[in-house]
């Protein structure tokens, strides 16, 4: 049987946000607030926690940490915020081309297939360029 895990958010006193995973949420916050956890959190305390999740299996806990640690501040604070229905138009897309990745904002109206060619006929001319 898989050990029950917990996903959450802290805020840290220089207004930043750490994301970690953990079997034990009173002892890890514990050890945050007692210079024990993470260095992030030790060079920033005091900490409040602002969000858990909570799970039948550590490892889905883990998996969801490193999920939300690739998210945007706005869509961090929309999930600490209940406002689950802003994280589709906050979440990024990525697009692969040439062994690179991409970053993109969804934005309302925006045409991907037309931004990655125009992305990847610069690169091309700036290598181009180069050689």
Not at 48 to 59: K, P, Q, T
Not at 91 to 116: I, Y
Not at 118 to 128: D, G, L, V
């Amino acid at each position: 049987m898989k050990t029950r895990g917990y996903t959450y958010i802290l805020k840290c006193s220089n207004g930043k946000y750490y994301t970690g995973s953990t079997k034990n949420l009173e002892r890890r916050l514990w050890q945050h607030q007692n210079g024990e956890g993470a260095n992030f959190t030790k060079k920033h305390r005091p900490v409040e926690l602002v969000y858990f999740e909570e799970y039948n299996r550590i490892d889905h806990a883990f998996y969801r940490e490193k999920q939300i640690q690739g998210w945007s501040r706005k869509k961090k604070e929309a999930l600490i915020n209940g406002e689950e229905t802003k994280l589709p138009e906050l979440a990024k897309k990525r697009w692969f081309a040439g062994g690179e990745v991409l970053l993109h904002f969804a934005l309302p109206h925006f045409d991907a297939s037309t931004q990655l060619s125009n992305n990847i006929a610069e690169k091309t001319r700036r290598h181009s360029m180069l050689g």
